[in-house]
């Protein structure tokens, strides 16, 4: 095996390199990085930005995207706040349906009616939106206080330098991890991103895959949203908006081809880490959101180019016209 192919293979084997790199210069720069509450500060909001690139991940395996995973998160986190007064765990389950719901009704189209993913979440992005708006209005109004819970796993300590939420992003990782590797579901993702043609042709119900695929997107995104509201203790119309690209370039960082058939959440994981830190640098630097937004797409047309190049995938190669 060439190096080249074991790059794009296991690039984990770079990013951890890539990441204690990273966290020498950004420490140099924020000494405070070498203390417990430092390290607590980095992955309290690497988290949230992880669980939204875990549904870029599942997306990106078959070939497709998300883009409505930020107005998914920003509706969740109302609907949790909102219902509030109707107890934590019915207030909890409101806010995880809307990602079913709304996980649902694009996997049907992108599975069953074979819309273009991009497009159909885009779509169902500005749906969202004016579904808050106008939501604000009526049955959106009310509580807007975080719930206690929320608060308490979003921003609270577990053990010295980890946060609670960690709880949950390593439940997350798991399953991820876990359930690409070894469940059939895992495998028919894969095999769906590689060449959808041949796996219609074997018999395989793609649609069911994709159904399956955008329902767990759909389920994370609310998870990332509540879990940023618990951060921030607020919810807002665009509070999450600023995570949809770095979600993107999270999952590009960690070796997730856009052309679908190759990565994992391993990779994600770090690709989370290395943005949150250099977010973190480029604060310290006084630059521009405008300027790191800029960064972030290059990251993604960059390392998109050179995992292309290094695997040899083609858009031919995964069924993608």
């Known amino acids: 095996m060439s190096w080249r192919t074991r790059v794009a293979a296991q690039p984990t084997i770079v990013l951890a390199g890539v990441v204690m790199v990273l966290y020498a210069v950004t420490a140099w720069r924020d000494d405070s990085l070498l203390t417990a509450r430092g390290i607590r500060s980095v992955l309290l909001l690497a988290c949230p930005l992880a669980i939204f690139a875990a549904s870029q991940?599942?997306?990106?395996?078959?070939?497709?995207?998300?883009?409505?995973?930020?107005?998914?998160?920003?509706?969740?986190?109302?609907?949790?706040?909102?219902?509030?007064?109707?107890?934590?765990?019915?207030?909890?389950?409101?806010?995880?349906?809307?990602?079913?719901?709304?996980?649902?009704?694009?996997?049907?189209?992108?599975?069953?009616?074979?819309?273009?993913p991009l497009i159909m979440t885009l779509g169902m992005a500005s749906v969202l939106l004016g579904v808050i708006t106008v939501g604000l209005r009526g049955w959106l109004s009310g509580s807007t206080n975080v719930l206690a819970i929320v608060r308490e796993v979003g921003s609270q300590p577990l053990l010295g330098p980890l946060p609670k939420n960690i709880i949950v992003w390593a439940a997350?990782?798991?399953?991820?991890?876990?359930?690409?590797?070894?469940?059939?579901?895992?495998?028919?993702?894969?095999?769906?991103?590689?060449?959808?043609?041949?796996?219609?042709?074997a018999g395989v119900r793609v649609w069911?895959?994709?159904?399956?695929?955008?329902?767990?997107?759909?389920?994370?995104?609310?998870?990332?949203?509540?879990?940023?509201?618990?951060?921030?203790?607020?919810?807002?119309?665009?509070?999450?908006?600023?995570?949809?690209?770095?979600?993107?370039?999270?999952?590009?960082?960690?070796?997730?081809?856009?052309?679908?058939?190759?990565?994992?959440?391993?990779?994600?994981?770090?690709g989370a880490i290395i943005l949150t830190l250099l977010n973190r640098l480029l604060l310290r630097l006084d630059t521009s959101d405008a300027f790191r937004q800029m960064l972030y797409g290059a990251i993604v047309l960059v390392l998109a180019w050179s995992y292309v190049r290094l695997s040899g995938q083609r858009a031919s190669d995964s069924g993608v016209s």
């Open 57 to 116: 991940t599942v997306c990106m395996l078959t070939g497709g995207i998300d883009l409505s995973i930020a107005m998914t998160a920003n509706l969740a986190a109302y609907v949790a706040a909102n219902q509030s007064d109707r107890g934590p765990w019915v207030a909890l389950a409101l806010a995880l349906a809307v990602g079913v719901v709304v996980g649902a009704v694009n996997g049907i189209a992108i599975g069953v009616f074979r819309v273009n």
């Open 172 to 201: 997350v990782a798991l399953l991820l991890i876990l359930g690409l590797r070894s469940s059939g579901l895992g495998r028919m993702i894969y095999a769906v991103g590689d060449n959808p043609m041949a796996c219609r042709l």
């Open 208 to 270: 069911q895959v994709l159904l399956a695929v955008y329902l767990l997107a759909g389920m994370l995104a609310a998870i990332g949203g509540l879990l940023f509201s618990g951060t921030t203790s607020s919810v807002g119309v665009d509070q999450t908006n600023n995570y949809l690209l770095p979600a993107v370039a999270a999952t590009v960082i960690g070796g997730t081809s856009i052309l679908g058939g190759t990565g994992g959440y391993s990779g994600t994981i770090f």
